[in-house]
C-alpha cells in the first residue's frame, strides 16, 4: 500500500467517524485543522485504524503523532 | 472469540444505510430508519456514528419515543458510554438524555445545588466509580478487620451519596459493581490474602450489595458481565492510559445496552412473553416426520440434552415470572400430544400460557398470542431456529425481540441470558405466581364457556376485593404495577418507588391498592390509584393515575374500585373527584372508562379528556364483588 491509498482510508475513516463528507485530509494535517477531531474523536480513530489495517500501536506513539503522514509512516512501518 | 452482542443481527451495509437515513428529507422517518438500524450488532465506531447522526435530528421527540434523563457520577472517563447509551436507548424507543459532570467532581456536582447536575434534574443517577480509592487506602499487609473497617467505610460514603441523591432528586439509584482491573500479586493464594486487590474488590462487591439491597439501590452488574466475558473484553490498559477509561471503547456498546435495559426495565418496557418454535428448537427433529419417538430431546445425547437445557432455562424463567409460549408450524393435535406424552419434555402443556400450532404465517399467529395474552407485541420474544423465520418476524414485526441465534443448539440459552431482554428491577410475590395465575385465568375461561351468561360467569367465580393504602410491603408491587400497565392506565404518569412512597406519606392524599381474589385464588396486587386534594380546592381530589392489570379486565373490578375511592373521598371531606384521560397508543380499552363510571366531561383537547364526578349525586354500583377483611 503506498502513502497516497493509505490516506485516501484514513479520509474516509475520519468521514465516516466525524459523519462528515467534507473532510479532506493531507500528510500535513494536524488534528486542529480539523472540526470535531477532539482527544476523545483521536483516540476513536486510532482504534478505527487498527482495526482497519490489523495492527496495534503502541501507547507512546499514539501521543506523540505530529501530523497525519506521521501516523502513515507508522502505519507503513507496523504492514511490514 | 464470541462476537459481542451477538444476539444482534448483522448489519449488511450499515454505511450506506447510515447515509440513507440521514437523505430523508422527512425527520420522523429520519428517527424511524436510525432505530431500525439500532437494532443491528453495532461496534464502538459505528455505535459513534448512529449517535452523531441521532444528534444531527433537529425534530423533538418522534412519537412512541419517552425521553428520560439519565446522570453518570463518575471517578473515570466515561464520556465514551454516553453514544452507547443513547443508541441502547434508540434501540428501546427511549430518547435518553445523558448528562456526565465535569471529570472527577462528581461530590462536587452532587453537593452544590447550583451544580449543572441540579439543573439536569436527573430521573436516574448511575454512579460508576473505580475500586481504585478504596485499594489505595488498604495496605497490602492489613488484617482482615483492618480491610473490613475500610470497606466498610467506603461503602458508608456511597450511601451517604445515594442518600444526597434522593434528597435532592427523587430519582432512582443505579450503582455500578467494582470491575476488578487488577493483577495478581500472590498467584492463586491472592484469595488467601485480606489485603491482597483481588479479595478486597471481592469483598467490597460483596458488601455493596448488601447494602443497595438494604437501600433500594439498582445494581449494573459490570463485574459479572466480565467474569463472563474476559476482562480483555471489559479493560484495555492503552484506554485506561491515554484518557482513564476504565470500561474500554469496545465494550461501550454493551455497557450501554446494560443500562438501557435497566432504564427499560424501570420503565416497564422489558420483555414479557418468551415464544418459542418446536421443531429443532424445544427439541430436536420434525415431529410432524419423525414421529415421538424420534425426536431429539433428554439425556443419552449430546443435542437431545442441549434441548433439554433449553427447557430448563424457559422453565426457570417461567419461575421468575416469564409467560411461556408456542408458536409452530404442526398439526395443534401433534404438536400437543409430545407436551403430553414424551417422558422428557421437561416443560408441559400446563406451562404453556398460549399456544398456537398450525400452518398460517408466523407473524399472524404472534399477533394471536400477544392478542390471547392481552399483552403487547413489543413484550415478546420470538426464538425460532430457522433464520428465514428469523427474518421474516423482524421485518414484518419489527418490535418482537428476534435473537439471531447461534448456529449450535448448545449455546441457545448462553445468547438468551446474554441478551438481557427480561431484565428485572424486583422480584415480587405477583412474579413469583404469575404463570399459575395465568394458568387460572385459562380455567377462568374454560367456566365461562360452561355458563355462558356473564352474570352467572362474574356470580360464579366468587369474587372478593382487599383494599388499602400502599404500605412498604406493596411498594415493589405498586411501582412495578404504574410502570408495567399499558392498557388500563389513565394517564400513563410514571413513579420511581421513591415518589410512591411519599405519595403513601403524603398528608390528605389517598392511596389505594386493590387485591382480587375469586375461587381460582388470589389474583394478586392488581390496581393501583393516587388521588390527590386540589390545593385550592381541597373539597376536589383529582386521580393522578389509575392502573389496573388486564388479568383482570372485565370482572367490574373498576366498579367496585371507583365505589371504594368514593368512599375514601367523602370520609375526607371530598365533594368531587377530577379525572384525565391521556391517550396513548396502548390505553384505547379505557377511552370509555370514566363515562362509564358515572363521569361528565369537562373539556377535550387533542383525544386527552377531563371529566368530573359529582360525589352528592354518585350512587354506588352493585358489582358481584364481596369486601373482605385482609386474608394475608
Not at chain 2, 428520560?68 to 472517563?77: G, K, Q, W
Request: glycine share 6%; net charge negative; hydrophobic share 45%.
Amino acid at each position: 500500500m503506498n502513502d497516497q491509498e493509505i490516506l485516501d482510508t484514513f479520509t474516509r475513516i475520519l468521514r465516516d467517524l466525524l459523519l462528515d463528507d467534507s473532510i479532506v485530509l493531507s500528510m500535513d494535517t494536524r488534528r486542529q485543522d480539523v472540526s470535531n477531531w477532539d482527544s476523545f474523536n483521536y483516540i476513536n480513530f486510532m482504534v478505527a485504524v487498527e482495526i482497519e489495517f490489523g495492527v496495534k500501536f503502541k501507547v507512546a506513539d499514539i501521543e506523540s503523532f505530529e501530523n497525519v503522514g506521521a501516523i502513515i509512516a507508522k502505519t507503513k512501518a507496523l504492514l511490514g | 472469540m464470541r462476537p459481542m452482542m451477538s444476539w444482534l443481527p448483522v448489519a449488511t451495509d450499515f454505511r450506506a444505510d447510515l447515509r440513507t437515513a440521514l437523505e430523508s428529507p422527512d425527520p420522523t422517518d429520519c428517527l424511524a430508519k436510525l432505530a431500525s438500524l439500532a437494532r443491528y450488532r453495532l461496534g464502538h465506531l459505528e455505535t459513534l456514528q448512529l449517535d452523531r447522526a441521532l444528534g444531527r435530528l433537529t425534530t423533538g421527540l418522534g412519537s412512541g419515543f419517552t425521553i428520560v434523563r439519565l446522570a453518570i457520577l463518575a471517578s473515570s472517563t466515561v464520556d465514551h458510554l454516553s453514544p452507547a447509551i443513547r443508541v441502547a436507548g434508540l434501540r428501546r424507543r427511549l430518547m435518553i438524555d445523558v448528562h456526565i459532570g465535569p471529570y472527577g467532581q462528581y461530590r462536587q456536582d452532587l453537593l452544590d445545588p447550583q451544580s449543572s447536575l441540579h439543573q439536569f434534574a436527573p430521573q436516574l443517577v448511575l454512579f460508576s466509580i473505580t475500586a481504585r480509592d478504596t485499594l489505595a487506602r488498604v495496605p497490602l499487609a492489613a488484617t482482615i478487620a483492618e480491610v473490613d473497617a475500610t470497606i466498610a467505610q467506603s461503602i458508608d460514603e456511597l450511601r451517604l451519596l445515594w442518600r444526597k441523591v434522593r434528597e435532592n432528586f427523587n430519582a432512582t439509584i443505579i450503582q455500578q459493581t467494582f470491575l476488578d482491573v487488577t493483577e495478581s500479586l500472590f498467584g492463586s493464594y491472592d484469595r488467601l490474602v485480606p489485603g491482597a486487590p483481588a479479595r478486597v474488590i471481592k469483598q467490597l462487591n460483596d458488601q455493596l450489595s448488601k447494602a443497595a439491597a438494604r437501600d433500594g439501590v439498582l445494581l449494573l452488574d459490570v463485574a459479572r458481565a466480565c467474569e463472563r466475558d474476559g476482562i480483555d473484553v471489559w479493560f484495555d490498559t492503552a484506554s485506561w492510559l491515554h484518557g482513564k477509561l476504565e470500561i474500554a471503547p469496545e465494550a461501550a456498546p454493551l455497557c450501554g445496552d446494560m443500562i438501557a435495559r435497566i432504564v427499560a426495565a424501570q420503565r416497564g418496557l422489558s420483555k414479557k412473553c418468551l415464544v418459542f418454535d418446536l421443531d429443532n428448537t424445544l427439541w430436536g427433529g420434525v415431529i410432524g416426520d419423525d414421529g415421538l419417538e424420534g425426536l431429539v430431546l433428554g439425556e443419552g445425547s449430546a443435542a437431545g440434552e442441549a434441548h433439554l437445557a433449553l427447557q430448563r432455562y424457559a422453565k426457570q424463567l417461567k419461575e421468575r415470572g416469564v409467560i411461556l409460549a408456542v408458536c409452530s408450524k404442526n398439526d395443534p393435535a401433534i404438536a400437543e400430544a409430545a407436551f403430553n406424552e414424551h417422558p422428557e419434555m421437561l416443560l408441559k402443556r400446563s406451562d404453556i400460557s398460549a399456544f398456537v400450532a398450525n400452518w398460517n404465517d408466523k407473524a399472524e399467529n404472534l399477533k394471536a398470542v400477544a392478542a390471547c395474552l392481552n399483552i403487547g407485541l413489543d413484550s415478546l420474544v420470538f426464538v425460532d431456529d430457522n433464520p428465514v423465520e428469523r427474518a421474516r418476524i423482524r421485518q414484518s414485526l419489527p418490535m418482537v425481540a428476534v435473537p439471531e441465534l447461534p448456529q449450535d443448539i448448545a449455546h441457545y440459552v448462553r445468547c438468551l441470558a446474554d441478551a438481557g431482554y427480561f431484565e428485572a428491577i424486583a422480584f415480587t410475590s405477583e412474579d413469583r405466581q404469575r404463570a399459575d395465575q395465568y394458568v387460572a385465568n385459562a380455567e377462568r375461561e374454560a367456566l365461562f364457556e360452561l355458563s355462558g351468561n356473564l352474570n352467572d360467569f362474574l356470580r360464579s367465580l366468587q369474587m372478593s376485593v382487599v383494599f388499602g393504602k400502599f404500605t412498604t410491603a406493596d411498594l415493589a408491587r405498586v411501582t412495578q404495577l404504574f410502570n408495567k400497565t399499558n392498557q388500563f392506565n389513565t394517564t400513563t404518569m410514571r413513579y420511581t418507588a421513591e415518589e410512591v412512597a411519599i405519595f403513601a406519606a403524603a398528608e390528605g392524599t389517598v392511596t389505594l391498592q386493590f387485591r382480587l381474589f375469586d375461587k381460582f385464588g388470589d389474583n394478586g396486587l392488581v390496581s393501583a390509584m393516587i388521588l390527590r386534594p386540589d390545593p385550592k380546592q381541597p373539597e376536589l381530589f383529582e386521580i393522578d393515575n389509575w392502573v389496573m392489570s388486564c388479568r383482570v379486565f372485565g370482572r367490574e373490578l373498576e366498579f367496585e374500585a371507583m365505589n371504594i375511592a368514593v368512599e375514601q373521598a367523602r370520609r375526607r371531606g371530598g365533594k368531587a373527584i377530577r379525572a384525565d384521560y391521556l391517550p396513548t397508543p396502548k390505553n384505547g380499552v379505557i377511552s370509555k372508562l370514566y363515562p362509564s363510571l358515572g363521569f361528565s366531561p369537562l373539556s377535550n383537547k387533542n383525544g386527552s379528556t377531563c371529566w368530573i364526578l359529582d360525589l352528592a349525586k354518585y350512587v354506588s354500583r352493585s358489582t358481584h364483588i364481596s369486601r373482605s377483611k385482609d386474608v394475608r
